[in-house]
T-cell receptor, first 114, second 112 residues
Framework: DAKTTQPNSMESNEEEPVHLPCNHSTISGTDYIHWYRQLPSQGPEYVIHGLTSNVNNRMASLAIAEDRKSSTLILHRATLRDAAVYYCILREESSGAGSYQLTFGKGTKLSVIP | DAEITQSPRHKITETGRQVTLACHQTWNHNNMFWYRQDLGHGLRLIHYSYGVQDTNKGEVSDGYSVSRSNTEDLPLTLESAASSQTSVYFC???????????FGPGTRLTVL
């Protein structure tokens, strides 16, 4: 079963901020929250990740709820190039010592309107 | 610049044939992964490797095998291709398990 819940799709106007939500109510204390995105006809690319504190990088910001049961990826000014499927992923420890897998759900398809 | 490449980019084969998809990375990453992507399923993990001679099964490993004889390459083999294995296959690598995975451009495989 998927460990994260995201809306199937969202729309944003170009140059407006976008808030992409993700629910992960069963997150464990050692799970990191990762975000990837996939542009059309390309492989996924890393966006950002965090554990407890909010994180910023050149691509986006990640806001993590205090109870860690949800997070929000923030694109500060959406561009047409940001139209993609965005995946919220928990990095979990699988069976076997020291193994950490990324499990991709169906993601949120973001459309950017010019 | 370091990169991750996949070949071929497109492949059409027949049911029952053996097919091998290549993945090569020049980052010297220990960790490598194979995923498949189908409409309505997102990406699903097939096999992964944490280093030379190490291989592990992922969520959808039946009908697939991998081998890791060096750091740079993780070829994916379909022993006897089936129509259900028609998909887009992505290879990825990462420096360590806490860091990002870098994905290749994908291989579109069609099994007739």
């Amino acid at each position: 079963d998927a460990k994260t819940t995201q809306p199937n799709s969202m729309e944003s106007n170009e140059e407006e901020p976008v808030h992409l939500p993700c629910n992960h109510s069963t997150i464990s204390g050692t799970d990191y929250i990762h975000w990837y995105r996939q542009l059309p006809s390309q492989g996924p690319e890393y966006v950002i990740h965090g554990l407890t504190s909010n994180v910023n990088n050149r691509m986006a910001s990640l806001a993590i709820a205090e109870d860690r049961k949800s997070s929000t990826l923030i694109l500060h000014r959406a561009t047409l190039r940001d139209a993609a499927v965005y995946y919220c992923i928990l990095r979990e420890e699988s069976s076997g010592a020291g193994s950490y897998q990324l499990t991709f759900g169906k993601g949120t398809k973001l459309s950017v309107i010019p | 610049d370091a990169e991750i490449t996949q070949s071929p980019r497109h492949k059409i084969t027949e049911t029952g044939r053996q097919v091998t998809l290549a993945c090569h990375q020049t980052w010297n990453h220990n960790n490598m992964f194979w995923y498949r992507q189908d409409l309505g399923h997102g990406l699903r993990l097939i096999h992964y490797s944490y280093g030379v001679q190490d291989t592990n099964k992922g969520e959808v490993s039946d009908g697939y095998s991998v081998s890791r004889s060096n750091t740079e390459d993780l070829p994916l083999t379909l022993e006897s291709a089936a129509s259900s294995q028609t998909s887009v296959y992505f290879c990825a690598s990462s420096r360590d398990l806490l860091n990002e995975q870098f994905f290749g451009p994908g291989t579109r495989l069609t099994v007739l």
